[in-house]
């Protein structure tokens, strides 16, 4: 039987977006052959598509719904009808490039990455544990925040040049103030700091506190207090800065996430209350574009939503054993998404399929007298070769493989629990941070010569 040659097909968005589950659905399926059938029908090429198994997902959900009692009340089945909808069009903005980071897709026999020997080059210290920190996009600052409310802003650069010789004697160093890579310290929330974010364009730090307040500061000026606030009525646990700078997620104590409008402090939450968290918001976590947000909550579960409209997208519940989870990063190229969770597990979510591609099992679990007791994270690094995260009962950061979860290396020298990890957007420094009081800065060999 021949085939008509490829001709442009003028498609709706509902048409080309039921031609992409079933391109998918043959590519995971194997059928080849089939796909690019299918692909020269329609005008497209099969390289334009990933595997997915999304479609077999929906059509057993449907069947699943069509089988249930027919007392089920209307509205009941609508909003199930609902979620389901949502979860169909993940697949719309989740894949931008494949490009970039990490790729389950291709061959696990392809070139293992060189691995990186990570140096401690500069230690700076807080007068209580250090809670958290955070690289600016450019990755030109680093600012950590700390239990005894401090927030410390470090110019990398800097960092980067300081005698690697002398980093253990920081403090002498700090106060002589040769090559500062310290720039200032703010002091103006009254508890802990949580979380800590920059504004993508301007000289703004953003920190929260569990003294309920989110607050602003103009970096580039002589000013160490905040030139605004926001003020809630709970614990504010994480905030994440849109792409765009324009909208504040923040993540509390409360179960509902809030989006601020940060222009007028307007407070947005999803309509549906079914759809927020059941238990406390541990953190909120933008992806690279913008137009898709997570959220990870005390109850165990993960959830996505959608940038624009602010809408639930799907929800991974139990997404570590039932335990609380921690933490969520997304990779990218929005095609999988990092967590982190207090069953002392690092997990690698493959998000159109919700399907769990790698565990990773925290060093500290032969601990269990010490081990579970804090929030801890994980991290990509820069190019998603490797995910960093924290042995707490070990008292140090790790470093793995990001396509076979191999441990690749410890980071030593705390004295106690290493609380957090943040890793540089643009080149292979990383940060830990510890109940000790220190924050350590690292870098790698072949960036030292």
């Given at each position: 039987t021949s085939i008509e040659p490829a001709r442009s097909v003028s498609m709706d968005g509902s048409k080309e977006h039921l031609y992409t589950l079933i391109m998918g659905q043959l590519l995971h399926d194997g059928h080849t052959v089939a796909a690019?059938?299918?692909?020269?029908?329609?005008?497209?090429?099969?390289?334009?598509?990933?595997?997915?198994?999304?479609?077999s997902t929906i059509v057993t959900s449907s069947e699943s719904r069509d089988s249930s009692s027919s007392g089920s009340s209307s509205s009941a089945q609508q909003q199930q009808e609902d979620a389901l909808s949502r979860a169909e069009g993940i697949g719309h903005f989740l894949i931008v490039d494949k490009a970039k980071g990490v790729d389950f897709d291709t061959s696990a026999t392809s070139q293992r990455p060189s691995y990186p020997n990570f140096q401690t080059m500069f230690i700076t210290t807080h007068k209580n544990a250090v809670r958290c920190a955070r690289f600016s996009p450019d990755g030109k600052f680093i600012a950590t925040g700390s239990a005894d409310s401090s927030i410390k802003l470090m110019d990398v650069t800097k960092l980067k040049a300081f005698d690697r010789a002398d980093a253990d004697d920081h403090g002498n160093r700090e106060r002589e103030g040769l090559a500062r890579p310290v720039l200032k310290t703010f002091y103006d929330h009254t508890q802990e700091i949580n979380d800590i974010d920059f504004h993508?364009?301007?000289?703004?730090?953003?920190?929260?506190s569990k003294d309920k307040t989110v607050k602003f500061y103009d970096f580039k000026s002589n000013v160490k207090r905040a030139f605004k606030y926001i003020q809630d009525t709970h614990n504010i646990r994480s905030v994440a800065l849109h792409?765009?700078?324009?909208?504040?997620?923040?993540?509390?104590?409360?179960?509902?996430?809030?989006?601020?409008?940060?222009?007028?402090?307007?407070?947005?939450?999803?309509?549906?209350?079914?759809?927020?968290h059941q238990d406390s918001v541990h953190m909120v976590r933008y992806s690279l574009e913008g137009n898709v947000w997570a959220s990870c909550?005390?109850?165990?579960?993960?959830?996505?939503?959608?940038?624009?409209?602010?809408?639930?997208?799907?929800?991974i519940p139990k997404a570590h054993a039932g335990s609380a989870v921690d933490s969520v990063q997304f990779s990218a190229s929005q095609r999988y998404?990092?967590?982190?969770?207090k069953d002392e597990c690092i997990r690698l979510w493959e998000l159109t399929t919700s399907r769990l591609l790698l565990k990773i099992p925290v060093g500290s679990q032969s601990h269990s007298s010490s081990s579970g007791r804090h929030r801890t994270v994980a991290t990509f690094n820069y190019n998603e070769d490797f995910i960093v995260g924290c042995d707490e009962a070990g008292m140090a950061g790790v470093v793995w493989d990001a396509r076979t979860g191999d441990q690749v290396q410890r980071l030593g020298g705390h004295t106690n629990v290493v609380r957090?990890?943040?890793a540089s957007p643009t080149e292979n420094c990383l940060?830990?941070?510890?109940?000790?009081?220190?924050a350590r800065f690292w870098r790698t060999d072949n960036m030292m010569t």
């Open positions: 690019n059938v299918l692909a020269e029908a329609i005008g497209t090429s099969v390289s334009a598509h990933s595997s997915s198994n999304r479609l993508p364009t301007q000289p703004i730090l953003i920190s929260c792409p765009s700078g324009d909208y504040l997620l923040v993540g509390t104590d409360h179960p509902a996430v809030r989006l601020y409008d940060v222009n007028n402090f307007q407070a947005y939450t999803s309509r549906r209350v079914t759809d927020h909550s005390k109850d165990g579960s993960i959830k996505l939503w959608d940038g624009i409209s602010n809408s639930l997208i799907s929800t998404l990092l967590s982190c969770g957090y990890v943040a940060i830990s941070c510890s109940n000790d009081s220190r």
